[in-house]
C-alpha cells in the first residue's frame, strides 16, 4: 500500500527512520519517501534495487529528503549505482552525514562524478568486490566536514582517488578527516595516482592492512600531524615522510607474504 500510494499523506508525517528489506523493486522511487518529511534515517537491506532512486519527479520533490542525515545500504547485490550520473540526486542528500555501503557486490560506482557531500563526516564502504575506486576528485574535494573513512574488503580498488588527467595539479584539502581506515585492499595501488596536491591538516589514525599499496600519492603530500601508521600484524610505523614509510611496508607486507608462502 505505501509503495503504491495508498496511505493517508499525513500518516508518517513524524517518523524519522525507515528500514526496508527485501524489496524486489528494481529502482526505489523518490516518491516513497515524499510523505516522510522528518526522515533522518534510511536503512536498505537484501533488496533487488538496480539503482535507489529515479530521477522522476526530482524538481517537485527535491525538498523531501534534504533533512536525510544518514543512509546505510546492505545486501543490494544487484545495485551498480545509487543513482543515474546525470540525475543529481546528490542536492536532495545535501544534509547526508553518514554513509555505510557493505556487501553490495555489484556495486560499480559509488558516486556519480560531479556529487557533491558537503556535510558528510563518515563514510564506510565494505565488502563491495566490483568497486574500482570511491570518489573523483571534484567529490573528494566536496568532503570537507569528511572525519572518518573506512575502506574494506573491496578487492578491485585501486585507488581512493579517481585520476582525471585535465583537472592535475588540483589541490584537494581533506581539512577535519581524522582517521583513514584501508584494510584488505588487494588491488590498492595508491590512495591517489594523479599529480594533486593532497592535505590532511588534522589527519591522526591512518591504518594500512593487506594492501600492494605501493605509495599514498604521486603528487604532493601533506600530513602535518601524523605520527604513526598501524600496519600489518598490528606493527606500528613511525612516521615522517608518509610516502617513504608506505613504501617501506609494501616491501615488508611482500616479504612476510613470501616468507608465509614458501613455509
Not at 500510494?5 to 515524499?34: M, R, W
Not at 533487488?48 to 532512486?53: A, H, L, Q, T, V
Not at 571534484?138 to 573513512?149: D, E, G, H, P, R
Not at 600489518?232 to 611482500?254: A, C, F, M, R, S
Request: aromatic share 8%.
Amino acid at each position: 500500500m505505501m509503495w503504491e500510494g495508498h496511505i493517508p499523506k499525513g500518516l508518517f508525517h513524524t517518523l524519522e527512520i525507515l528500514e526496508v528489506c527485501y524489496d524486489e523493486s528494481a529502482v526505489l522511487p523518490l516518491h516513497i519517501v515524499q510523505r516522510f518529511h522528518n526522515l533522518e534515517k534510511l536503512s536498505l537491506y537484501s533488496g533487488s534495487y538496480e539503482r535507489i532512486f529515479s530521477r522522476e519527479g526530482i524538481g517537485k520533490q527535491a525538498k523531501t529528503l534534504v533533512k536525510m542525515r544518514k543512509l546505510f545500504l546492505s545486501r543490494l547485490n544487484d545495485l551498480n549505482y545509487m543513482w543515474k550520473q546525470d540525475s543529481r540526486l546528490d542536492l536532495v542528500l545535501q544534509n547526508l552525514e553518514v554513509l555505510e555501503v557493505d556487501k553490495c557486490g555489484s556495486l560499480i560506482t559509488l558516486m556519480a562524478p560531479f556529487a557533491s557531500f558537503q556535510n558528510l563526516t563518515i563514510l564506510e564502504v565494505k565488502s563491495c568486490k566490483n568497486l574500482m575506486n570511491l570518489v573523483t576528485s571534484s567529490t573528494a574535494k566536496s568532503l570537507v566536514q569528511l572525519i572518518k573513512m573506512k575502506i574494506s574488503h573491496c578487492y578491485k580498488i585501486t585507488e581512493v582517488i579517481e585520476n582525471q588527467e585535465d583537472r592535475a595539479e588540483d589541490t584537494i584539502i581533506f581539512s577535519k578527516l581524522k582517521s583513514l581506515s584501508l584494510k584488505s585492499l588487494l588491488c590498492l595501488r595508491s590512495f591517489c595516482s594523479g599529480n594533486y596536491i593532497l592535505e590532511f591538516p588534522s589527519l591522526e589514525k591512518l591504518s594500512v592492512k593487506g594492501s600492494n599499496m605501493e605509495i599514498f600519492s604521486t603528487g604532493v603530500l601533506s600530513t602535518p600531524v601524523l605520527r604513526k601508521v598501524k600496519i600489518i600484524l598490528g606493527l606500528i610505523e613511525p612516521v615522517v615522510d608518509l610516502n617513504k614509510t608506505i613504501q617501506q611496508l609494501y616491501k615488508k607486507e611482500v616479504y612476510v607474504y613470501n616468507s608465509f608462502f614458501h613455509h
